[in-house]
């Protein structure tokens, strides 16, 4: 009898992570044999259920340049009017809050992603690139092998089972976490929050929920509504996130020693939840009842996972492995970095190169990424309503990511050794820096009063930050990005310095070397206040 045919890679789950990773699997070598096994059938319906709609920096980079996929976001999905929030618990005159936000879009485009259309497209799109794309298909059973021997999936489809040989086996099949469940990988990362949202088949246009002129030409254009809205308040944030079909989908986040899942686990107790804390939302959700598409929450969503990567020829991608938290929306950029590795430690395979020191070098870099940015999340959401303390935190945190990890994966350089070895020092002090005002921000907040006046906060009256925005697409030399990560980490230690003795104004029991930073640097300007 011949032999099976040993397909080269076999990805379980064909949503978002397994797509775009057989999509750049195939732009990397054109010859591959990639397989994705989908449970459910295509096309998907517009407005899909499911979390991780807002893109920013890294993820729409991922999406647009390196799979390509620009002409379909611009054409398919809707341009994002970056970030807002608006602190506003209990209230729902917005105009007369303080809003953070920009005036005018920033340089580098991200979208806002209709999962549905995204991942119908992906589906087509990875069979136009010869993809074996098998929807309708369920993984009854898998086994992972070592020592070179092929992997093996039982997969179902129409009452008929076939069984497949892989190389490579990469789980991107979300929250079902197959592999993790059969090796037991879970592992809890301290982060306890749960989630609900819904989606409603309107549009929701926060631009005319009041008719103060004066807040409503704020922005160029008027369109506020096409932006990630945070409705913010003390141990929780609520979304409202467009979408290309025309539906609208809404949200809370909520840390769950404050805001029990019980209160709103249901539509009618979300409303009523949106009642009393954010009456504005709850007001034009119920006024749209019978537009409701869908609703869903999840517990304890926060995750993390022992491994992702093997030299056994195994990998977990997505939700699959790790999840952090949706506020910043960071699920798309570890998508992208994850199948990054992936395609690395594929190619090393390829290249008869041994795998496991790979392997264990990725995962190592990608978990301490992901510790990094669980900081900013975890014993945070306290102060999530601090109109005061919060939008002073979002600046830091995206001068962070800005700072440091988009332009290791801006400029193609998550893998390249010997640039990481040679700011190690600088990388790690970033790192501890970053603890260290994450530590700061609660302190701030203990003992801060709220302020909370009518006020548009402008990030695009910050030079410097715009700046960083605007060179995200720079084309650096080796010698060039050192020079700019060294920079950066020099202005964070500025802007900590300046933060510091901004809060110590403020709040006269902080001491602004608490902070960190450097006390000697030239401060950067917040919001056109320098410290």
């Known amino acids: 009898m011949p032999h099976a045919r040993v397909h080269d890679v076999v990805i379980l789950g064909g949503g978002l992570a397994g797509l775009t990773l057989g999509l750049q699997l195939k732009r990397r070598f054109g010859d591959i044999d990639v397989v994705v096994v989908e449970r459910r059938a295509h096309p998907v319906p517009a407005a899909a259920h499911k979390v991780g709609e807002s893109t920013v920096e890294i993820g729409a980079h991922y999406f647009a340049e390196t799979l390509g996929l620009r002409a379909h976001l611009d054409a398919e999905q809707i341009r994002k009017f970056g970030f807002r929030f608006f602190f506003c618990e209990g209230r729902s005159d917005l105009e007369n809050v303080t809003e953070l936000g920009v005036r005018r879009v920033m340089p580098t485009p991200t979208w806002q992603i209709d999962r549905g259309t995204f991942e119908n497209f992906l589906g087509d799109e990875a069979r136009r690139n010869g993809i074996d794309f098998r929807d ?103 979304w409202l996130i467009p979408l290309g079909s025309g539906a609208h989908s809404v949200g809370i986040v909520c840390d769950a020693k404050l805001h029990p899942i019980e209160t709103m686990n249901t539509f009618d107790r979300s409303l009523d939840w949106f009642a009393a804390h954010q009456p504005a939302i709850g007001r034009e959700c119920a006024a749209r009842r019978g537009k409701l598409l869908d609703f869903l929450y999840l ?44 395609v690395e430690l594929i190619a090393l395979d390829r290249a008869g190169q041994p795998l496991g020191p790979y392997a264990r070098l990725y995962e190592q870099i990608f978990m301490s990424f992901y510790e990094n940015t669980l900081t900013l999340y975890r014993d945070q959401y306290p102060m999530f309503g601090d109109a005061e303390v919060m939008p002073i935190k979002v600046i830091w945190d995206y001068t ?72 995200l697409h720079d084309t650096l030399s080796t010698d060039e990005l050192a020079g700019r990560l060294r920079a950066n980490v020099a202005l964070m230690h500025a802007l900590a310095s300046a933060i510091g003795k901004r809060a110590a104004h403020a709040c006269s029991r902080l001491d602004a070397r608490d902070a960190g930073g450097d006390q000697a640097a030239a401060a950067p300007a917040l919001f056109g206040i320098a410290a």
Not at 176 to 196: F, S
Not at 299 to 309: H, I, K
Not at 325 to 332: E, K, L, N, T, V
Not at 440 to 458: P, V
């Open 136 to 238: 309708g298909t369920a993984v009854r059973a898998f086994d992972i092998a070592r020592d070179g021997a092929p992997h093996t999936v039982r997969v179902e489809r129409d009452g008929a089972s076939e069984t497949l040989e892989a190389r490579w086996l990469v789980d991107a099949s979300g929250r079902a976490g197959l592999v993790k469940r059969k090796l037991g990988l879970a592992e809890a990362n301290g982060h306890d929050a749960n989630a609900i949202w819904f989606r409603l088949d309107d549009r929701l246009d926060l631009d005319q929920w009041c008719a103060d002129s004066e807040w409503q030409t704020r922005c160029t254009p008027q369109e506020r509504w096409r932006s990630t809205n945070h409705f913010c308040g003390p141990g929780y944030w609520a």
């Open 299 to 342: 517990r304890n969503f926060s995750y993390g996972c022992r491994q992702v990567f093997s030299g056994d020829r195994w990998a977990l991608t997505g939700e699959a492995g790790v999840f952090l938290d949706p506020f910043y929306s960071p699920g798309s950029d570890f998508i992208a970095i994850a199948n990054t590795y992936i």
């Open 400 to 471: 962070y990511y800005w700072g440091v990890l988009c332009q290791l994966v801006f400029q193609n350089r998550l893998t390249d050794f010997a640039l990481l070895g040679s700011v190690r020092d600088t990388l790690e002090q970033a790192q501890a820096l970053n603890r260290r005002m994450q530590h700061f921000f609660r302190r701030w907040h203990a003992e801060s009063r709220n302020r909370n006046g009518r006020a548009m906060l402008d990030q695009r009256e910050l030079d410097w930050f715009v700046a960083m925005n605007r060179g």
